[in-house]
């Protein structure tokens, strides 16, 4: 089969399978992108995520993660979900909502694997979800996916951000896509609305003053008190620069069943939140993306946002 044929048989497969998006990118070193992230960790944006400085050739080429490799195909699925919280509850980030994505997404792209071999046979080839050293947003914007903000998210103009990216990386070569055009002009909302300064400069942003970073990723015991009264209610992640990026308003509600979230979730209110115990919070998020942040990481989290 031509990689003419071949490419667009992927494409619409995975569109079958719910996949709102799918491009290919040729496998070479991202030269361009690998001096940014090494200038970013200089400046120690990534905050105490050191692991974001491990494997840097891999990060930067995906010939190191697959043998061989000659394309990256790419692909985005929707999480957009008009379900909230109620009022004045402490606030979770719309993507872990529902079920943990790293294991929805891996399945449908082991399954979009087996499709591939199907036609053409076995192919050396690594599926990956957020969870290896892999420049995501890099590869869906030479992937012709989007383009990356001016909060450093990746945009498509139908669709806006709501969406997770995945990518399989092989040996075939495929037909490639090319960059699309940057529609964020001169909006600047992202960067104003921002209550911690995260997004220092258009398409800039220091991973270490982000509310996503603090409510997830810190490890500390304690929150930086400078940042009391700055995080608008957030215990989990922070949706606050997608919120009110006006390309989002052409966001559509996502069709997967596993990204639905509990209702006991929405419906729990502040003083519940304030007296969770340990063993609610593993019942309430079992298979979810919030058990990342740990139970004290989370109570941690409410305190903070305590008066």
């Known amino acids: 089969m031509n990689k003419f044929k071949l490419t667009e048989e992927i494409k619409q497969r995975a569109a079958e399978m719910g996949f709102i998006s799918c491009g290919v ?36 080429d995906p010939r190191e993660l697959v043998e061989g490799a000659k394309s990256v195909i790419v692909l985005a699925y929707n999480y957009f979900n008009p379900q909230m919280q109620i009022e004045g509850a402490p606030k979770i980030s719309m993507y872990a909502l529902g079920e943990d994505y790293h294991h929805v997404i891996k399945d449908k792209l082991f399954e979009l694997l087996g499709f591939i071999e199907e036609k053409v046979g076995k192919i050396s080839a690594r599926c990956f979800v957020d969870s290896a050293p892999v420049l995501e947003k890099a590869w869906a914007k030479r992937a012709g996916i989007g383009w990356v903000g001016k909060n450093s998210l990746l945009l498509t103009k139908n669709r806006g951000s709501y969406f997770f990216l995945s990518e399989i990386i092989c040996d075939l070569e495929l037909e490639y896509d090319s960059p699309v055009k940057d529609y964020c002009g001169n909006c600047t909302k992202c960067i104003d609305a921002c209550p911690t300064g995260a997004i220092e400069n258009p398409y800039q942003l ?25 995080f608008e209610n957030w215990m989990f992640g922070c949706d606050i620069c997608q919120q009110v990026c006006p390309i989002n308003s052409q966001s559509k509600t996502h069709n997967e069943p596993l990204f639905l979230a509990k209702e006991e979730l929405l419906q729990k209110p502040k003083h519940e939140w304030e007296i969770l115990t340990e063993e609610e919070f593993k019942i309430l998020f079992k298979n979810s993306p919030v058990k990342r942040t740990k139970f004290t990481g989370l109570i941690r989290n409410i305190n903070f946002l305590k008066e």
């Open 25 to 60: 990118a040729k496998a070479e070193k991202l030269t361009e992108d690998a001096i940014y992230l090494e200038n970013w960790l200089n400046q120690n944006k990534n905050g105490t995520m050191g692991y974001m400085a491990n494997y840097f050739d891999k990060r930067t």
């Open 206 to 230: 220091n991973g270490s003053k982000c509310i996503s970073y603090f409510t997830i990723e810190y490890r500390e015991t304690e929150l930086p008190t400078e940042m009391k009264g700055k």
